[in-house]
């Protein structure tokens, strides 16, 4: 699972396989942000769930959120090549959103 | 909607010369961020601000870091001096709003000080 000191985690799985990301955070937040960042581009948004939301889905992603042990994941059903990319959580904190330090997710042909 | 631009997408300096750093944040957003991403810390958070003023800075180095919004249009991050370990990619965000969630990046600006 990704954040804090955490080294970036890598993840390599094949095409149509299911996989599962996990994220943990340190101080309360009301929102828990997924990100995807491809090879040489900003990231960008791809599901929020916020602290009364259980379980958020978006098309073939799912995120959940238990903040009772403060911690998220994102699913990818059937994964394909093109969700191949770096995928961070983020919590918001005050006046900024925190990153996670992330995961390298490689899906195989 | 081109999106958040940043200019320019690569920039060399040597060391102890100064960096600026362009972003166009999306038409009609009020809020622009500022990070800086390296493999080592990751996605770290600089400054943001919100209708043009600066809302938080606690993430910009104490020196030789700045950053100002003279107008909605753009914003500019500064780096006097520049050291090596400056190296990194500078990633702008804005959002509607000035919300600090929903934000869209811009693809960077990699600077690189030898």
């Known amino acids: 699972s990704q954040w804090g000191e955490e080294n970036l985690q890598a993840l390599s799985i094949q095409e149509g396989e299911d996989v599962t990301m996990n994220c943990s955070y340190k101080?309360?937040?009301?929102?828990v942000h997924w990100y995807r960042q491809d090879s040489g581009r900003g990231p960008a948004l791809i599901i929020l769930?916020?602290?009364?939301?259980r379980e958020k889905r978006s098309g073939r992603l799912r995120a959940t959120l238990d903040t009772s042990s403060q911690s998220s994941s994102l699913s990818i059903t059937a994964a394909q090549c093109e969700d191949t990319a770096v995928y961070f959580c983020?919590?918001?904190?005050?006046?900024?959103?925190?990153f996670g330090t992330g995961t390298r997710l490689q899906v195989l042909p | 909607n081109a999106g958040v631009i940043q200019t320019p997408r690569h920039k060399v300096t040597g060391k102890g010369q100064e960096a600026t750093l362009w972003c166009e944040p999306i038409s009609g957003h009020s809020a622009v961020f500022w990070y800086r991403q390296t493999i080592v810390q990751g996605l770290e958070f600089l400054t943001y601000f919100r209708n043009q003023a600066p809302i938080d800075d606690s993430g910009m180095p104490k020196e030789r870091f700045s950053a100002q919004m003279p107008n909605q249009s753009h914003s500019t991050l500064k780096i006097q001096s520049t050291q090596p370990q400056d190296s990194a990619v500078y990633l702008c965000?804005?959002?509607?709003?000035?919300?600090?969630?929903?934000?869209?990046f811009g693809p960077g600006t990699r600077l690189t000080v030898l």
């Open positions: 101080t309360y937040t009301t929102v």
């Open positions: 769930i916020r602290s009364n939301e």
């Open positions: 983020a919590t918001d904190n005050t006046n900024k959103v925190v």
């Open positions: 965000a804005s959002s509607f709003g000035g919300a600090i969630w929903e934000q869209y």
